[in-house]
Structure formats: C-alpha cells, structure tokens
C-alpha cells in the first residue's frame, strides 16, 4: 500500500497520466489549442470577477482549458462556460496556388530581412521555432535552410564568372504594375567594387535604371566576378549587347503591350569609361574622350598634360571608323548597339576629376611647392595652421565625415576633398593665397558649383566662360605650362 502511494504521488507517474489524457482529448500538449470549426459555436470561459481572479492568481485559458501557475490541466464545469453565437458566414475554402504563393513570399521576406540586417543564427533560429509552432510544415526549422541561396547559372569568364539575370526580366518586373510611358530609355552604369578589404576578389556589375521612373531603384542585370576586372571587354559585354540587341528589334510586351527601351546613356567613371569603350585611359596622350587634343608629357611632374584647347571634338562615325590612332585599344561588343559612341558617355565623374583630380593636385602643389614656381608654396607655419583650422571646424550635418589635417592628405577621401571645395575653400584660403591665386580659384570654384546645381542651368555658358578664362590665366600667373589639367 505504501509503495502505491509513492508511485501515485512520483512524477514520473503524473507525467504518464497526464500524456494519456492528452491522448483521449487527441490535443498536442505543448499547443493547448484547437482548430476552430466553422459555422460552429466558440466556448469560451465566464468572465471571472476580480475575486475570483485574485484567489485563482495569474491563469492562461484557451477553449475549455485552463492552465494555472503549477501547469495542471482542468476541465471547466458547464456552469463556468457561456456560449457565444454561431456566425453565419460562408465557409470558403481558400486556394491552394495563392496559399502557396503566400508561403514563399513569406519565406522571401523573412530571409531578406535576416540578410538586410545581419540576424545572427542563433537569434533566427529562436524565432523560427517560436513561427514553427504557429506556421508548421511552412518556415524551415534551422537558419541554414531559410538563407540558402537558389543555384543559379553561371558563366565562366576567362578569369572569373558571370551572372546574368537580364534586362528584360528586370523591366517586367518594375513595369508590370505600372502604366507609364509605353517609350522607356535606360541609363546603364558599370564599375568595379571591392568584395572584401583583404581579398582581391571583386565584382563588376552591370546596372540599370529607367530615366521615365526616378523613384525606381537601380536593377541589376548581370554581375561578375573574379579576383581582377574582365580582361576582355567583349566577353564581358556580349550578353548584355546580345540582349539588347533582341530588345531594339522587338522590344518587349508587358500585359499585352509593347515597350519600346532605347539606351539614354552609360554613366561611369573614367576608368570604367575607358574600358567598355575600349579605348586609352584618360591619362595617357590620346586619352580625352571628347575632343582629339594630344598630351605631351613632363619630365618635371612626371604625367601628361594638354597644352592645347580648342581642338576639334570627336565624332560618332569616325570613332566608328577607327579614325583616332592610338585613341582606339581593342573593339567593344557596344559598337552593335545604336548609341552615339562619344555623347552617349557623358564625362561627369566628379570623384576622379574633381575632388581626387584638381583639387587634390592643388592643395598637394601649395602645400609642396610643386607647381615649379615658389610663389604657390605655403610656408611651413602657414601649412601649420590651417591643419589646425581645419581639424577645429564644425561641419553641418550633411557632411558626415570631418576634415583631416593637411599632412594626411595623401590618405584623404574624395569626400574630403568635395567638402573642402564647396564649403571651406573660399574662406580659408583667402587670407593666404596671393590675390592672383586666389581669382584664378575662384575661376575654378564658381564653375564647378555652376554645373553641380540644377538651380544655376541658366548660367552655364559663364561656366564655360570661367573655364576658358581660367586656362588662359594658368600659363601667366602661377603654374607653368606643364601643370595644366
């Protein structure tokens, strides 16, 4: 008889009996819940009254179940229940194909979010299992699952391997639930980025972005990738030309209409530039993009310089023709396409010209002296203290990266050069620049902020004019022929 009493009152025996009553009520344990019928009656607990709440404590009710604070299980008394009234509504039993649909977008959005803000595995696997309880046979049940990426088909490329997804399944896309303009014209950008800081691995994408619809993201059309850039542009190029080529002669049919897609213009960086046109870079003598002007190298500075404005502009048909010299590198696949080989490439890098190029060049040739003539050169005390004026600024909070002293300017970001121009130039260098210096910059420093405004497109021709003023002036003032950019 003792012995009963302590299997009776062990837990083990409780445990038992407690999964046995599960099993009669065929209810999952660790739910306490139950699918609910339609066009049936809900049973749901009395309201207590606040009595009967303080002496019952903190209880969790679900149905006809009650669970307290020591997790025991008990069936409520047909007095305590109170019946709400059945709904008549139709029962409609929902489509297959759109649950289905609903699932992966569900899926979709979960693993982009994870991606987009870096969600350790051990928190997304806490969360899936809290999901899984609710959505079962839905979320995977490990992290690993939910971020696999789909197999995708790769090309190989000498070097490294291409990605295309294509221009026209970027357009359907964006287009499919919009009625816009049945004559879109793209914009297509291409660059090369770092994959990691301490990997040569990189990737060069191919993007576009539809001109008609601003507020619509770059779309990328094809990615490659390798440990240096595609050292052939038309192997690099063909499947995008290919494409496009196909799009010219038939364009495409989105819900049942047909878009007519021209190509607006390719906006890259002067490297980048160079590369897809298959032309020299723009540091080498027959480098200009836009006119046929010939450098001459420097053996004081030690790079080319263009002496010589005014020179005739290139063409479309001769460039076409291979009418340049040693302008021309090796032919692009772009040549098949029906866009203007010089205006089509507007030359508007900011980076490389401006802030890493003039401005740079500037502050290094009066910092240094190495514009060839002593009248530029800043004294020591000078260079002294405007590193500690600049390092005393308070910058607004636009410019989210402040301005070291001018001893680092050899690790100076293009940012740091643009903030410098636009905000600082003109009044800390005027105290210390000679007056003729200092109009010859301020040449430079209007028309630069004429072409970067869309408010001041009434006064480009004074830009141009400050331009042609400001070269005429670099042979007589301060710099000597061979420094001229």
Not at 33 to 58: L, M
Not at 224 to 249: C, D, H, R, W
Request: charged share 25%.
């Amino acid at each position: 008889m003792n012995s009963w009493k302590k299997i009776k009152t062990s837990g083990t025996f409780k445990r038992k009996v407690k999964k046995n009553f599960y099993k009669i009520l065929n209810i999952n344990p660790l739910l306490f819940q139950k699918v609910q019928q339609p066009v049936r009656s809900t049973i749901y607990p009395k309201p207590e009254t606040s009595s009967s709440i303080e002496s019952a404590g903190s209880r969790e009710t679900d149905g006809g179940y009650e669970l307290d604070q020591n997790r025991k299980l008990h069936l409520l008394d047909e007095s305590e229940r109170w019946e709400l009234p059945a709904y008549e509504e139709e029962y409609i039993d929902p489509d297959p194909a759109d649950e289905t649909f609903a699932n992966l977008r569900l899926l979709d959005n979960l693993r982009c979010w994870a991606v987009k803000n870096n969600i350790r595995h051990s928190v997304l696997n806490e969360l899936l299992a809290i999901l899984n309880i609710r959505l079962s046979n839905i979320l995977p049940r490990d992290p690993r699952t939910l971020l696999t990426i789909q197999s995708v088909d790769l090309q190989q490329m000498e070097n490294g391997q291409y990605w295309h997804q294509g221009v026209k399944n970027c357009l359907e896309r964006v287009l499919s639930e919009s009625t816009g303009p049945s004559n879109i014209s793209l914009k297509i950008n291409i660059d090369g980025l770092p994959v990691y800081r301490s990997s040569k691995d990189e990737f060069w994408p191919i993007l576009i972005n539809i001109d008609e619809y601003p507020q619509v993201a770059p779309m990328i059309v094809g990615i490659y990738a390798g440990k240096q850039k595609p050292t052939n542009v038309g192997t690099f190029l063909s499947p995008f030309v290919a494409e496009m080529e196909k799009i010219y002669q038939e364009g495409i049919y989105i819900n049942g209409h047909k878009v007519i897609v021209s190509i607006r213009c390719f906006v890259c960086d002067s490297p980048a530039r160079a590369f897809i046109k298959g032309t020299a870079y723009f540091n080498a003598q027959n480098g200009c993009q836009k006119c046929t002007t010939i450098g001459e190298y420097s053996y004081v500075s030690h790079t080319n310089y263009f002496p010589r404005a005014g020179c005739p502009p290139r063409t479309d048909a001769d460039f076409r023709n291979k009418k340049y010299g040693t302008h021309h590198k090796e032919d692009t696949p772009l040549l098949r396409l029906n866009i203007d080989m010089v205006k089509d490439f507007p030359v508007a890098d900011s980076l490389h010209l401006i802030d890493l190029g003039i401005m740079k060049k500037l502050l290094l040739g009066w910092r240094d002296g190495k514009f060839g003539s002593l009248n530029t050169k800043w004294p020591a005390n000078v260079a002294i203290n405007l590193s500690k004026r600049l390092l005393e600024l308070k910058m607004p909070r636009e410019i989210h990266r402040a301005l070291r002293g001018l001893d680092c300017i050899a690790h100076w970001k293009g940012l740091e050069f643009r903030t410098f121009l636009h905000y600082i130039s003109i009044v800390v260098l005027k105290p210390i620049l000679l007056p003729e210096v200092y109009e010859h910059f301020l040449s430079l420093f209007c028309s630069i902020t004429i072409c970067s405004s869309e408010n001041f497109t009434d006064l480009i021709e004074l830009a141009n004019m400050l331009t042609i003023i400001s070269r005429h002036f670099t042979e007589k003032i301060t710099f000597r022929v061979t420094f001229i950019i």
